[in-house]
């Protein structure tokens, strides 16, 4: 019988709907439906970009958790099977990001609010499942999801020094030429 790991599907499904969220607003009010259009193609780049990004993020935002939880020097992260259990625990408490699906289907005013909720609970979710796992105090889960939120800030910027942005550039680049 075949195992079936939802861990990693359910992380996949949740930066695929981060992507499209992201993918949604980066596009403009012109849209065109015809299949041999440049400009559509290089809009699909912009999706595959978007995925990226959105994974460099997540990537970035657990190894933050994970450095600083390492810097404390737990006990409880010394074997292969406790880093690879406290993983799976944050994929899993990642699930609140699913919420994006309705958020892009019922696209109203307060989509930017709805959007900081989903942020603020997934936050949540991440922190218990720290403080359960290793079980912890309070303190300590939030330290870690601070710092790994840092991380993964100055991860992102630093990949926008560097000119990150190449792929949108050559999707304006095709826009403008055609």
């Not at 259009?37 to 290089?42: K, N, P, T």
């Not at 994006?100 to 218990?128: G, M, R």
């Not at 790994?148 to 050559?170: A, H, P, Q, T």
Request: aromatic letters at 16%; one cysteine or more.
């Amino acid at each position: 019988m075949e195992k079936v790991e939802i861990h990693g599907k359910l992380c996949i499904f949740c930066l695929l709907c981060e992507a499209y969220l992201r993918w949604l607003q980066l596009q403009d009010s012109s849209q065109n439906t015809d299949p041999d259009d440049l400009i559509r193609y290089a809009k699909e780049w912009d999706f595959y970009r978007m995925f990226g990004i959105a994974s460099l993020e997540q990537t970035s935002f657990l190894v933050g958790i994970f450095i600083t939880l390492w810097w404390m020097r737990l006990e409880m992260l010394k074997t292969k099977s406790d880093f690879i259990l406290l993983l799976k625990a944050l994929l899993l408490s990642s699930y609140g990001k699913l919420l994006l699906i309705p958020a892009v289907i019922w696209e109203h005013d307060y989509t930017p609010l709805c959007l900081a909720f989903i942020k603020v609970f997934v936050l949540i979710s991440n922190s218990q499942a720290i403080r359960v796992t290793l079980n912890l105090n309070r303190m300590l889960p939030w330290l870690a999801i601070f710092f790994g939120l840092i991380f993964e800030n100055g991860v992102v910027c630093l990949f926008k020094k560097m000119g990150w942005d190449i792929f949108k550039e050559r999707s304006e680049y095709v826009q403008t030429v055609y």
